[in-house]
């Protein structure tokens, strides 16, 4: 898979079949889209593009919007990377992209850069400035500039919408099991490993405090959680304690994590953190002592859980 961070760069002369959208998450009902996507472009001899933009419409448009996305953008890629597709191309959306009239935005992005042939989207799909534009007219303008328009089925855009939306519900009850059957993956959190206030290493239980960058990624409920996490091309598990430390009086949410059997240094490092169970809420003890015996069980729970994976 190519990937373009502007439409302007897209560089394959060759016809292509195109699907829009945002693809948060890109869980299962996203994925059957692009399944027909890929599909139809091996079919008519296409080559198969993903368009999609950021920032999320939503956080340029609304200044006060707080919308929390299930990706990252790289995240996001990195899955679509995935699916067989041949390009993703994430377009810059700023305030003067999104003043282009319906005519604009078919002209230049969707002939002149990306040479659509045929285009695969949703029913309820709006475009153009002030969004006043749909299906009906992206066929008509199709009829005009020699491309085919393929209709997703109201039932198909409910479904995704549906399970975008129970994901988003899951990750916020803390419901990591049904959040990655929907997704069709394990969720992540991915950020650098910095500086915290070592108080794992004093419980025995050193840890990597993880920074994530995008504010915009969804966190999910406070609470310790199993993990794994690929590092230097090895599979390591762990817990993780998201939350504020609230046995020492934590103020500031942290994401911690401390993996079994590794001795390692990860400050400065960029890693992956995968969820796949959650053990517990996070809770104030009333001594360290009480925390540290906690915190066993926490281990013993989840190697019991991790032996049974094997």
Known sequence: MKLYNDANTYTSSSPS????GTFDGVHIGHKKIIERLVESAKRNDLESVVLTFFPHPRMVLQQDSNIKLINT????????????LDHLVIHPFTKEFSRLT????????LIDNLNARHIIIGYDHRFGRNRNSNITDLASYGIQNNFT????????IDNVA???TKIRQALLEGDITKANTYLGYNFMLTGKVVKGKELGRKLSYPTANLHIQETYKLIPKK??????????NKLYFGMMNIGNNPTVNGTQQSIETHFFDADFNLYEKKIQIELLKRIR???????????????????????????SLV
Do not use: P
């Open 17 to 20: 079949v195109i699907t829009i």
């Open 73 to 84: 953008i790289d995240e996001r890629s990195q899955i679509l990377k995935e699916t067989g």
């Open 102 to 109: 319906a005519g604009e935005y078919v002209q230049e992005m």
């Open 149 to 156: 328009v393929e209709e997703i089925s109201k039932q198909d």
């Open 162 to 164: 549906i399970s975008s």
């Open 223 to 232: 609470g310790v959680y199993i993990v794994q996490s690929k590092i230097d």
């Open 281 to 307: 809420d996070e809770k104030k003890f009333d001594s360290i002592e009480q925390l540290q015996e906690a915190m066993q069980q926490d281990e013993e729970l989840s190697r019991e859980y991790i032996n």
